[in-house]
């Protein structure tokens, strides 16, 4: 149902309405956000990428299969935009510190301040563990935890082969385990008790 | 070392739920048999748990709308550019195809117009007959004009200060109705 819904907003976009595309936006701004957000680690750059994720999405989007995913073929767009990004940044060689966003679970559905605290917390030390990755390895760790994705998915959408991805999640673990042992444990404790 | 490896690789396939029965049985042995990777299991879940429970970010109010406005203020939508280049190289060809035997065609005539001397001949009349049958109008509009001006001096006067007051009146009206534009832009 939903692969069909945004068929027809496509296919209504391609014929000229623009507010058909609209829908599409506010369906995917979430996802497209976050992907941003998680591979940037910076609320503004993350908009800025998200924006002009949208923005070569609606350009390109004839060159859209009809038949595959919007939602991945939009994964796709942001995902190559933010190792653009994350290369030119490297090529700049930009070392400020970007300060990680004071509250990026306010911006979640997680009710309750206690909660949201917390979420805060883990939410941030993620991210720090994420900004150790690699852009490969981090891309392959946020397509497969918050997107859900197989390894096939993922494989596809990054012109690679399932077993490459498969190394680079395995890697990506090892690297985030190690990274964890400098980590204090208190931080992660309340997410750790459900386990 | 290889061992460990492989410990590792059972741990990934785990965490992916890749793992038989057998095969869990088979990891839960090694990890009983070794602190070391029972830590490094226990890290590992850890992560993995921190991974799943890390929230979607959302992004402020308005970005929708944001997104929505720079696309309409786009120069061009994206579409009707590529309409228009794909338009313009099929109008470019088929002009290419229609001309080449049309200027074929025109050229092979006026040679032959050229070589002929009785066609040429009959062009050379029709030409001279054309020219006089102008001058004879363009001669008797003067005459015309003459008499005209002799006999009733007033109607040239009148003409020459009728046009300009017209002029002067027509301008006034669409200045006065908001100068709109005889040629819009689409």
Not at chain 2, 18 to 37: G, K, R, Y
Not at chain 2, 168 to 184: E, H, K
Request: aromatic share 8%; proline share 5%; net charge negative.
């Amino acid at each position: 149902m939903s692969q069909e819904l945004d068929s027809l907003w496509v296919e209504q976009t391609l014929a000229g309405d623009q507010y058909a595309f609209g829908e599409l936006v506010q369906r995917y701004e979430r996802d497209v956000f976050n992907l941003a957000y998680r591979m940037l680690s910076n609320r503004n750059e993350a908009e800025d990428a998200a924006q002009e994720a949208f923005l070569r999405a609606y350009a390109n989007l004839e060159r859209y299969d009809i038949t595959r995913s919007f939602k991945t073929w939009l994964l796709s767009i942001t995902s190559n935009h933010c190792i653009d990004r994350l290369r030119k940044r490297r090529l700049t060689w930009l070392s400020l510190e970007e300060p990680l966003p004071p509250h990026p679970a306010l911006m979640s559905d997680i009710p309750g301040p206690e909660e949201a605290t917390l979420a805060n917390e883990r939410s941030m030390l993620v991210q720090e563990l994420l900004e150790h990755l690699s852009p490969d390895y981090r891309l392959a760790v946020v397509l497969r935890y918050w997107y859900d994705l197989s390894y096939a998915e993922i494989a596809d959408m990054l012109d690679t082969t399932e077993s490459a991805i498969k190394s680079r999640l395995f890697r990506a673990r090892q690297a985030l385990a190690d990274q964890l042992e400098s980590q204090p444990l208190s931080s992660l404790n309340p997410a750790m008790e459900g386990s | 070392m290889v061992n460990e490896l492989n410990t590792q690789h059972s741990m990934n396939n785990a965490l992916d739920h890749e793992l038989s029965a057998a095969e869990l049985d088979a990891l839960n042995t090694q990890l009983e048999a070794s602190p070391e990777a029972t830590e490094y299991w226990r890290r590992l879940r850890r992560i993995d748990q921190l991974l799943r429970n890390a929230p979607l970010i959302r992004p402020l109010p308005g970005f929708s709308d944001r997104v929505m406005v720079a696309i309409a203020s786009m120069p061009l939508s994206a579409f009707a550019n590529k309409q228009f280049g794909l338009g313009a190289a099929l109008g470019l060809v088929a002009a290419a195809v229609l001309t080449v035997p049309l200027l074929s065609v025109a050229a092979i005539l006026l040679v032959n117009a050229i070589i002929d001397p009785g066609t040429m001949n009959g062009l050379l009349q029709v030409v001279t007959a054309g020219t006089s049958y102008v001058i004879d109008v363009v001669s008797d509009l003067g005459s015309g004009l003459h008499t005209l001006v002799t006999e009733t001096p007033m109607v040239p006067a009148l003409i020459s200060t009728v046009i300009p007051v017209s002029m002067l009146w027509v301008w006034m009206i669409w200045y006065f109705s908001g100068s709109p534009r005889l040629f819009t832009r689409q």
